[in-house]
């Protein structure tokens, strides 16, 4: 009996080490749209590469990063770029990290740095923070901390910041924790089982409270990618990724809504194939873009695919998104996991006639090797109701008007696709976006900054759907 539970609780850690495995972060958002930063493969060794483009044109600023590089960020100042050294060294650049343009700015810096609100200000973990561009540090008490750090991430909103951990002696749970003012105090603010509800590394968005994750399962291989938009109490599951063990992986929120840049880089041990891919998403992680920014010997085939609805009434015609990777040579679809090709076209249209869940298979080939993703039960088509599209993103609000909140409702809540509700100003400026699985919201008048909107007219729009329900805010 006693071998049976060390046995358990051994597979417990594995699993949990397979999920969450690394802190550091090797791509960051800089303070502009499309503006990045990664530290990635050169012909030689690591770099520093800047792009004001999502990443499909880049720049390579200092080809001369050695191993010890540990993770990047970027100030709320243009051109101002830190990076951390696994001997907790931290080196600032007021050049955008252009060669000879590094300074040596402290010691005792944590490998996992944050930048802040405001210029200058910048995060060593959870421990200190500098408002001086790192030239001294103001020490937190971090009352209520427990366990070991697995990473830290601050919010949009001022003073709020997250620590997630583990804990000693519990090795199927992870505990996220939460600070109101900027880390002095932390209290328990969820808790996930590492077998049923994983969550790894976060990464904040351009909202309050909005957070993303991605968890990656060593034993199949898969990335799965979720979204909070309350601060991490509830999660909702946007896409999972076909990954492998051979890249190391990164990933960023960034300054528009729905954006994440999920980062790949593939390096052989001889150093002769080398390659950074950059996925870029408006929709939350649904579907992405892939640039392919430097490119060095043979390229690995990597299958990836999604859509933005998978859910819907028969018939039911879904536009897949390809976002695969490599030299590729062949397209191979099956979108009813029967073992028969049904598509070798890159992004095809299939359109499902009968009701029930679809597992759906890509399998792309190479030069020289191939890979097959498979997407158990990814489709789902239901009877159709009876009930018009008018109907079903029909919006009730009240009370309207309104002063201090208005409580949205939708007929039904949804069972995979989120539901997207956007509010517009009476001169057709999108103000807010919110991002739910429920059927009921509540919209405090407050815009994407988190600042009140002024008394007047505003419109609610669901899922892009023509039905537009108009509202009034008073004060």
């Not at 397979?18 to 493969?41: C, L």
């Not at 720049?59 to 696994?86: E, P, Q, R, W």
């Not at 090709?341 to 090797?369: C, F, H, M, R």
């Amino acid at each position: 009996m006693k071998l049976t539970i060390k046995k358990l609780i051994f597979i417990s850690v594995l699993l949990l080490l397979a999920i969450v495995t690394y802190s550091d972060s090797k791509i960051t958002r800089g303070p502009s749209v499309g503006e990045i930063y990664f530290i990635g493969p050169t012909c030689t060794g690591l770099g520093l590469f800047y792009s004001t483009d999502f990443g499909q044109t880049v720049i390579c600023a200092d080809s001369s990063f050695s191993t010890n590089i540990m993770s990047v960020t970027a100030d709320k100042t243009a051109g101002v770029v830190y990076y951390a050294t696994l001997t907790e060294a931290l080196y600032i650049s007021y050049d955008y990290g252009n060669i000879g343009s590094w300074e040596f700015r402290n010691g005792g810096v944590k490998i996992q740095i944050n930048s802040g609100l405001t210029e200058g200000e910048i995060y060593s973990s959870f421990s200190k923070h500098s408002e001086d561009y790192g030239v001294n540090f103001i020490n937190h008490s971090y009352n209520g901390f427990f366990g070991s750090k697995i990473d830290v991430e601050i919010d949009i909103e001022a003073n709020v910041g997250y620590v997630l951990v583990n804990k000693y002696g519990v090795p199927d749970s992870l505990f996220l924790l939460i600070s109101y003012d900027n880390f002095e105090n932390l209290s328990l603010h969820n808790s996930f089982n590492v077998f049923n509800n994983p969550i790894g590394q976060i990464r904040r968005g351009v909202e309050f409270g909005e957070l993303f994750t991605i968890y990656f399962l060593i034993e199949n291989n898969i990335g799965y990618i979720k979204y909070s938009f309350d601060y991490g109490l509830n999660w909702l599951l946007m896409n999972d990724i076909n990954v492998s063990n051979y890249f190391i992986k990164s990933f960023t929120g960034s300054r528009q809504n729905g954006e994440l840049f999920l980062y790949l880089s593939f390096v052989t041990m001889g150093w002769e194939n080398a390659h950074s891919y950059i996925y870029h998403s408006l929709d939350y992680g649904k579907t992405f873009e892939v640039f392919h920014p430097f490119a060095k010997g043979n390229e690995p085939v990597l299958a990836n695919f999604s859509s933005d609805t998978t859910e819907g009434e028969m018939p039911f015609t879904v536009d897949f998104c390809n976002f695969s990777i490599g030299d590729i040579q062949q397209y191979e679809w099956d979108f009813n996991n029967d073992g028969i090709v049904d598509s070798y076209e890159e992004t095809p249209v299939w359109t499902y006639q009968d009701t029930g869940y679809y597992s759906v298979g890509l399998t792309i080939t190479g030069t020289d090797s191939s890979n097959t993703f498979l997407k158990e039960n990814y489709i789902q088509v239901v009877k159709t109701t009876g009930i018009t599209e008018k109907e079903k993103h029909k919006i009730s609000c009240y009370p309207n008007p309104f002063s201090d909140f208005i409580t949205i409702t939708f007929p039904q809540e949804s069972t995979t696709n989120p539901y997207y509700l956007e509010i517009y100003d009476i001169s057709g400026n999108r103000i807010r976006t919110i991002i739910t699985d429920k059927n009921e919201i509540i919209w405090q008048g407050k815009n994407e900054n988190g600042k009140k909107c002024s008394q007047g007219i505003y419109f609610v729009k669901l899922n892009n759907f023509d039905f537009i329900k108009k509202i009034l805010l008073t004060h």
